[in-house]
């Protein structure tokens, strides 16, 4: 099976900063042709512009677009694919890494931060996947990135855990409608990660016992993550209708 995605054309949602960003980067490296990449608010269009001239250097035969929009509407998800089908002609790989994180109490989440992590985390990624089952190209993949929480039940998450579990089942249902199709459909779970999001609602003391619970006594790395993608687009295209927990042995299912 071919490693390269030569000729290929990818979407990655979220895909300016952190996770996303380098999602996007081994896709590069893998030698795809087209990316469409999409970020959700104006404050991230700093990290799209620096970004874009890291990918027109290092890659200068790639072709770029980017994208500002809110996912949580049908018809923002709707018109984010026609953009980038009127750019590129076509879609053959999306990858989802939008998500909201909110550590709280049950007790303390008001009706606003509960629809908001489920129009984010469940609502964004129905219509994405919708659009892209759709959309994708005969034998093109569509992952989602979801959480290792679906392995595991804590206390404070509960609203981020129960927004991205719908998406596990958003994925295998997905999974077999388009199997005759030979688009491979998958979740890809990471362990609590490295990045800026993770840091402001834990103490230090909620820090190392995440890490403790990681091979390596470590948090995942969005460079764990961004390979494993790579893989289940190129040689890993067999693979479909899974959740795959990528997380240290941060759990296991």
């Known amino acids: 099976m071919s490693t390269s995605l030569a000729g290929k054309t990818g ?18 490296a893998a030698g795809i042709s087209q990316l469409a990449i999409h970020y959700n608010s104006a404050s991230s269009k700093g990290e799209a512009t620096k970004l874009a001239a890291e990918l027109k250097q290092s890659y200068p035969s790639l072709q770029t677009a980017f994208y500002q929009a809110d996912l949580t509407t049908a018809d ?15 879609v053959d790989i999306v990858i989802n890494t939008v998500g909201k994180v909110l550590k709280k109490p049950i007790t303390e989440i008001s009706e606003k931060e509960y629809d908001e992590m489920f129009a984010i985390n469940s609502k ?9 089952a759709a959309h994708v190209t005969e034998g093109g993949k569509i992952i989602t990135i ?8 804590t206390g404070f998450y509960t609203s981020y855990a129960g927004s991205k579990a719908p998406v596990e089942h958003f994925t295998k249902g997905v999974s077999k409608e388009l199997q005759s ?27 190392a016992f995440h890490k403790s619970n990681g ?24 693979i479909t209708g899974q959740t795959i927990f990528a997380n240290g042995g941060y759990t296991s299912r």
């Open 76 to 90: 923002a998800v709707h018109t984010l694919f026609q953009n980038v089908i009127k750019e590129f002609g076509k």
């Open 124 to 132: 964004a990624a129905f219509f994405i996947l919708k659009e892209a």
């Open 146 to 153: 979801v959480t290792a929480l679906l392995a595991a039940f």
């Open 181 to 207: 199709k030979r688009i491979s459909v998958n979740a890809v779970a990471p362990g609590p990660m490295d990045t800026p999001f993770f840091y402001p609602q834990e103490s230090p003391e909620a820090v």
């Open 215 to 238: 091979m390596g006594n470590r948090l995942t790395q969005t460079s764990d993550i961004a390979p494993l993608v790579r893989f289940l687009c190129t040689e890993g295209q067999w």
């Open 11 to 28: 979407l990655v949602t979220g895909g300016a900063k952190n996770l996303g960003a380098d999602i996007v980067r081994a896709q590069a």
